[in-house]
């Protein structure tokens, strides 16, 4: 999905450009049904029947094939037509006395073996002994069963309308006849013969076979556009919709069936202001685009943002044929965006409620010439003032991680050896200062007796993940209760597991799934009320992971408590993971 302006515009641009070309393909292809159409008609009259569809075409080549085979007392006769793009002549159905499967196979390079001389020279040639003759070497007649030929180039010539003189000679394949019945070979006269002939064959294969590979264009061109992601839908003049991809269907709740019979974009698009944008793109002939908020029809409490793009579509003399728009679902863009702004406005709070309180006992302190407070109560101020500068260090230092993180920039991993159970005191007695740490919380932790007195770890980054783990914990249980930090050695021997549980107010499943990324809050009336930057838990998840650990989460839903749980390697330095310390860590 396209995340600015410039590369919208480029997609938009490709995307017109198919469709422009897909428009001329259409109308080639349009031109040419008619043309095969005549063909068809002339060649079925005389047969005194009515043209029905391209499978008649087909039947009708079929016939004529038989009638060449037949006039010269051959027994099989097959047609090769170039493939100006790989430089090959292939053999194409139908053809008489082979096995389809035989012709589909048959390709050769244009200017190799007979049917490569024919075409190069525009010459006429008899192969009078398939398997002696070193110029069939290529084609390797004999192994299907040929003994003798006689290949005649196909001509397609263009006349000039008010003259009928020929302008224009081109040929584009071959034509063969094989194995002459009764034993004989082919002489002059079948050449003279077949060369007569092949002029009406070539009109007929000619018209053919440039319609199958328009139609297989053509139905590579839609293919394409079916399977964009974003939605498309094209208009023409009358109104009418000829063609709107899958995306576009889902995203108004339509299937193909509602569309059947050439249905107005009016009949059948419900939202009002998606209609204006069609109707102004065809009548005001210019490139119109809005972003458009459309309700999920599998989904109907969810609506998804649209960036909707029309454009006019003209044919090949600039004439407007009708509009293409496109449907780019930008929610996500959007939600980042909205949580970009929120983030600031949460971070600026976050770093204004520490600073407001430094500021206000300071000023008190500064005030204070006469010396009323004693030296108790400016321990106490100077207490507050230290916590909240911490507080501030810890935000600023979390600033700075995600920043590093997001740079992609390695997460320094400082190992080294120290003792868990006096870093979980430490951080548990920092805590129980914490503002959200409340009467009727109480604080523990209960390790195992396998997990070792010290471990070797970045014990900063360890005890920024205890902090915010345990932060979270009280800050997310306002109505207090326990909350606990256990550990132990999984089986195995390799990994330690931790969990810091608490009794608060839980996650919902589809918050779950979130948890860890960046900026990522649960959105409630409580946690609306509770101040965060959603950068906690990221920054968890980024640090236990560096370690090579694991970091989840369990809730068993809103209101009955949450646990954390993470791991980390016993020995970082055992099997290697070494590698995965100090290395980069996904943002
Ligand atoms: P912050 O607390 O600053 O918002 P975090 O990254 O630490 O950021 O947490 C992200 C979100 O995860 C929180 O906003 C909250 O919605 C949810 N969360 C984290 N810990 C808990 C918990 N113990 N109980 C319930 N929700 C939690």
Known sequence: MPTDG?????????????????????????????EIERLQQQIQEAQGQPAVDFSEMEEALKRLLTRVVMILAASKALFMVSDTKTGELFADTPAIGFEDADVRRLRIKDHLGISGEVFRENQPVILYDAEADDRAAEEQWSRLGIRNGLCVPLVIEKRDEETNAVIERRTFGVLWVFNKKFGNAFIAEDVQLLTRMSRNAAAIINAAETFKILVKERDEALETIESLSMGLIMVNTNQRITQMNHSALRIFGLTKEDLAGGRT??????????????????????????????????NPDHSHTFQVQSATVRNEIGEAIGSATIFNDITEIKNVDKMKTAFVSTVSHELRTPLTAIKGFISTLVQDTEGFFDNNTRHEFYTIIDTECDRLRRLIDDLLNVSRIEANAALEMNLTKFNL????????????????????????????????????ADQDKIEQVFHNLIGNALKYAPGGGPVQVTGKLLPGGEMLEFAISDRGIGMSDAFLKKVGEKFARADNRDTRTIGGTGIGLFLVKAFVEGHGGRMWPHSEGEGKGSTFFFTLPLNPNADGRDGNLGSRVAG
Do not use: C, F
């Open 6 to 34: 410039e590369s919208m515009d480029t997609l938009r641009d490709r995307l017109l450009r198919v469709e422009a070309e897909l428009e001329k393909r259409n109308d080639r292809v349009k031109r040419l049904e008619k």
């Open 265 to 298: 974009y009016d009949a059948v698009i419900k939202d009002e202001k998606v209609r204006e944008l069609l109707r102004r793109s065809l009548e005001e002939d210019a490139d119109v685009s809005a972003e458009v908020p459309l309700t999920n029809p599998d």
């Open 421 to 456: 159970r006096e870093t979980l005191d430490k951080v548990i007695a920092i805590q129980s200062g914490s503002t959200y740490k409340k009467e009727n919380h109480s604080l523990s932790w209960e390790m195992s007796p396998d997990v070792p007195t010290e471990i070797e």
